[in-house]
């Protein structure tokens, strides 16, 4: 059988399993992730070329569904077949989760010197063990929101700065009959906008609520007021939420159907491909009450091991390499909305968004007001954060009051 093998697959890392030939291509690599959307495909497109330049194969395995919703299925149920990809887009704690479980082999031998590199934030999440795992892609900020500049401009409004000048704002947009809130009625995009009004109560409670998991803070007034907010919030979407994509509400705000969308800066990848620019057809702006806070999102590229293999194969080494390649963290976040992972990039060519993005995350690490993202597992485990995005997705989804989400919020936050 190996001999077979062997024959059949030139430059590869040839390993038997069950008496089956599998092959870790080491000029080859197949990447796993959710990069479907207009201004996402564009991005990643990127990387791709990146890597065939190198003489290196690019088997692409792109599965539909803001967040990840779907891909993360699909990447366990591959790696409990046995056939990981050579590279998966994850993040956050769950790459240690996968790292404890034996399914990620050490990049070192690419990551030379990447400590300087990378920002703490980021950093801690992309070695397990003293040993690289995953590259970093890039930062998203969460607490943004979008809004058409013609709608504002029709209604006399400006930006808003709290939650009575956003509900002001709102009533006349919907005045004028715009659908004042796009938003997509699925679990994480609940949560997304969930976690911003959270946000607007400060970073600090923030953290104590959705990082600590601090059952007082979980179940204080304030956090009552939150699904007040929230409640209200609700009043301002259309009939057509459930089950909606991030990229088609988006749409609503770039053409004009809807006034505002709540929404990390991915969305701002899409105005970009729409031709859009920002200040002139569209304007970005912390949400109400989170102007000195960053919440953040990054994505990372980590690395499987395919059947037994001890050692990154030279496709995944020139893959990691990519992704940390000056070139590459520029062009990608131009595309993408975001900003780049690795420090010292210049800001010239992005947009003022991405500029203020940049310079909000510098004052934020100073003034520590800089927080991960719950929705998007930067901040707990894959079981909290599920519990807690239940308790949200049922409250935005009935007539529950209140009090009684917070009360299921804080027994939520006790899943192990
Ligand atoms: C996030 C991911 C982003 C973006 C978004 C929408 O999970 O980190 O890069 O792709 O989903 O699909």
């Known amino acids: 059988m190996a001999m077979n093998c062997k024959t059949r697959a030139r430059a590869a890392v040839l390993l038997t399993v069950s008496g089956l030939c599998v092959s870790a291509r080491a000029d080859q690599?197949?990447?796993?992730?959710?990069?479907?959307?207009?201004?996402?495909?564009?991005?990643?497109s990127v990387l791709k070329q990146n890597v065939e330049k190198q003489g290196v194969t690019w088997k692409d395995f792109a599965v539909a569904g803001g967040s990840g919703t779907n891909a993360l299925t699909v990447l366990k149920t591959n790696v409990v077949?046995?056939?990981?990809?050579?590279?998966?887009q994850l993040k956050g704690p769950s790459i240690h989760d996968w790292a404890e479980q034996g399914a990620l082999v050490s990049i070192d031998a690419a990551a030379q010197g990447w400590d300087k590199l990378i920002p703490t934030q980021v950093g801690k999440y992309l070695k397990y063990d003293g040993h690289y795992v995953a590259a970093p892609v890039e930062i998203h900020r969460m607490n943004w929101l979008y809004i058409n500049k013609e709608a504002l401009d029709k209604v006399g409004g400006s930006a808003p700065n709290n939650w009575p000048e956003f509900f002001a704002l709102a009533d006349k947009m919907k005045a004028a009959g715009y659908v004042a809130v796009a938003h997509g009625g699925q679990p994480w995009q609940d949560v997304n906008l969930w976690e911003g009004v959270v946000l607007s109560q400060g970073a600090d409670f923030y953290r104590k609520a959705l990082v600590d998991l601090d059952q007082k803070t979980?179940?204080?007034?304030?956090?009552?007021?939150?699904?007040?907010?929230?409640?209200k919030i609700g009043t301002y979407f259309d009939n057509g939420t459930t089950g909606r994509d991030w990229n088609l509400a988006t749409m609503m705000v770039i053409n004009g159907k809807a006034g505002m969308q709540f929404m990390a800066d991915w969305a701002k990848g899409e105005f970009a491909r729409a031709g859009k620019v920002p200040g002139k057809d569209y304007v970005c702006v912390p949400r109400p009450g989170t102007t000195g806070s960053y919440m953040f999102n990054s994505d990372s590229i980590a690395f499987f091991a395919q059947n037994g293999?001890?050692?990154?194969?030279?496709?995944?080494?020139?893959?990691?390499?990519?992704v940390m390649s000056p070139e590459f963290q520029e062009q990608f976040s131009l595309y993408k909305g975001s900003i780049p992972a690795r420090i010292g990039i210049p800001m010239d060519k992005f947009d003022d968004c991405a500029k203020r993005s940049y310079a909000d995350e510098q004052s934020a690490i100073k003034s520590n007001t800089i927080v991960p993202s719950l929705?998007?597992?930067?901040?707990?485990?894959?079981?909290?954060?599920?519990?807690?995005?239940?308790?949200?997705?049922?409250?935005?989804?009935?007539?529950?009051?209140?009090?009684?989400?917070?009360?299921?919020?804080?027994?939520?936050?006790k899943v192990k």
């Open 375 to 413: 929705a998007q597992g930067m901040a707990q485990s894959e079981a909290v954060a599920g519990a807690i995005t239940d308790v949200v997705t049922k409250f935005m989804h009935s007539t529950q009051d209140s009090k009684t989400a917070v009360q299921a919020l804080a027994a939520a936050a």
């Open 309 to 322: 293999q001890t050692s990154a194969t030279p496709g995944q080494l020139v893959l990691a390499k990519a």
């Open 218 to 231: 979980l179940t204080s007034d304030k956090m009552i007021q939150v699904f007040d907010t929230v409640r």
């Open 81 to 88: 077949a046995g056939h990981p990809p050579s590279a998966a």
């Open 29 to 44: 690599v197949e990447v796993l992730h959710w990069w479907t959307s207009g201004g996402e495909s564009k991005a990643v």
